[in-house]
């Protein structure tokens, strides 16, 4: 069975700096890697994901993640962030083939401080 | 507008009743989920259907139900054999992947049940 391991809890982060939200999982056999975002008490929404290709995907609002085979992660990395971006961020992975699809990480809590 | 609803935004329930949570779909996606979240554990698969009339336990099952009689809908309810039933719900769905393929799944905007 995959998991998937988001190492950090909460991430405080003031305004315009880099931030880096890391993503490990293990899995026996290929995997498609997504990123979620989650605002307050509100549904999930898709951030970006990895299905094949090139192993860096970008999403429209500047974050982007590096599918590392070898190392096992999908870390997510935006180089300025703004306030709007604090939220709940989930990294979730799939297998090809299987019926129930995801397995989420336990969640990263971004907070941008002004 | 297409896009999953889910009714209601909040719910509270006296300890001992059931409760049914809706989630309909207009996307005319063929696969549906629910998950449980609870804070700092992420998102708990709870049941899922692939298609019309047919349905599959997820990792955290006891104590829930579903039916799945219509490709748009898919109600959970939360039984009171669930433990410890309050927490954030939500539904999800997404197209029946092809051979080879996958497809992302699209989330609601959730319910939040407490029960007291």
């Known amino acids: 069975a995959q998991s998937v391991t988001q190492l950090d809890s909460q991430v405080p982060v003031f305004e315009e700096a880099p931030v880096e939200l890391r993503c490990n999982y293990s899995?026996?056999?290929?995997?498609?890697l997504f990123w979620y975002v989650q605002y307050p008490n509100q549904g999930l929404q898709l951030l970006l994901k990895y299905l094949s290709g090139s192993t860096l995907v970008e999403s429209i609002n500047g974050f982007e993640a590096e599918f590392n085979k070898s190392q096992t992660s999908f870390h997510l990395r935006k180089p300025s962030v703004h306030i709007s971006d604090t939220a709940e961020y989930f990294c979730?992975?799939?297998?090809?083939?299987?019926?129930?699809?995801?397995?989420f990480g336990s969640g990263t809590q971004l907070t941008v401080l002004p | 507008d297409g896009g999953i609803t889910q009714s209601p935004k909040y719910l509270f329930r006296k300890e001992g009743q059931n409760v049914t949570l809706s989630c309909e779909q207009n996307l005319n996606h063929d696969a549906m989920y629910w998950y449980r979240q609870d804070p700092g554990q992420g998102l708990r698969l709870i049941y899922y259907?692939?298609?019309?009339?047919?349905?599959q336990k997820g990792d955290i099952a006891e104590g829930y139900s579903v039916s799945r009689e219509k490709k748009e809908s898919f109600p959970l309810t939360v039984t009171s054999a669930q433990k410890n039933p309050t927490a954030f719900y939500l539904c999800?769905?997404?197209?029946?992947?092809?051979?080879?393929?996958?497809?992302?799944?699209?989330f609601g905007p959730g319910t939040r049940l407490t029960v007291l």
């Open positions: 259907s692939q298609i019309v009339n047919d349905f």
């Open positions: 999800a769905s997404s197209p029946r992947p092809l051979a080879g393929a996958y497809n992302e799944q699209f």
């Open positions: 899995s026996s056999v290929s995997v498609y």
């Open positions: 979730a992975v799939g297998i090809s083939g299987s019926a129930r699809q995801l397995t």
